[in-house]
């Protein structure tokens, strides 16, 4: 775990010579829609979100600038759907997080490093997830994606209470244990993304990295009682 931070034309003569132009690509039209998305998620990572523009992604993606809009009707519908993808590509990375996991508690640690690990490798698309006033959150892909995630947030917690967590009705005391926890884990990694950890670090013993602190902060959080280590 790591502490972050043209088009060129020769002049010719009517009919004599062929253009060397390269073709734009043929895309079926399901294909149009993953290659936008994948020419969409290229800018997002390499310009950030004030990058991300429609006719940007048209141009990335080597169509006509009238396509993006063609297929999501505007850039709201544009990275709502790419949200959507980061959301189902965090989900499985988290899943994967946990797979080896023992115990509740250790399940928990486990799915918040692979939270954080997921934000370090794609910074863009993670802060793109949670920039809600530039999504439309009930746009199914995305609705379903995030939700699922909230369900992984909830059932890791669950585990680590010794309890079952139904996402979709909720006791106070289960909505509080879930939200300090995604509260802890959202947090740190905002602090990780913008390099302000590196102070902190630096003051504990050697070895003690990122991964350990965020470890023994959600074991303090989750089981008070229980040794760190």
């Known amino acids: 775990m790591r502490v972050g931070n043209a088009r060129s034309a020769g002049a010719k003569k009517a009919g004599t010579r062929k253009s060397t132009s390269p073709e734009a690509p043929s895309y079926h039209h399901g294909d149009l829609h993953d290659a936008l998305l994948k020419a969409a998620e290229q800018i997002l990572e390499r310009d950030g979100l004030?990058?991300?523009t429609l006719r940007a992604v048209a141009r990335e993606a080597g169509v006509s600038h009238a396509a993006p809009a063609h297929h999501f009707g505007d850039l709201t519908g544009l990275v709502s759907e790419l949200a959507a993808i980061g959301f189902r590509q965090f989900n499985a990375a988290m899943i994967a997080a946990?797979?080896?996991?023992?115990?509740?508690?250790e399940r928990a640690v486990a799915r918040a490093k692979g939270y954080v690990a997921?934000?370090?490798?794609h910074p863009g698309m993670y802060l793109l997830m949670f920039r809600t006033e530039r999504l439309?959150?009930?746009r199914p892909a995305l609705h379903e994606a995030a939700s699922a995630s909230f369900a992984g947030l909830a059932g890791a917690i669950g585990a680590s209470r010794q309890e079952p967590i139904a996402a979709e009705a909720l006791t106070l005391e289960q909505a509080a244990d879930i939200v300090r926890a995604w509260s802890l884990v959202h947090g740190f990694t905002m602090l990780l993304l913008d390099n302000r950890l590196s102070d902190v670090l630096r003051r504990l013993p050697k070895g003690t990295d990122a991964e350990a602190l965020l470890g023994a902060m959600l074991k303090r959080a989750i089981a008070p009682g229980q040794p760190i280590s």
């Open 118 to 121: 997921y934000a370090q490798a």
């Open 98 to 105: 946990d797979a080896a996991a023992g115990t509740g508690l």
């Open 136 to 138: 439309d959150m009930m």
């Open 50 to 52: 004030p990058g991300l």
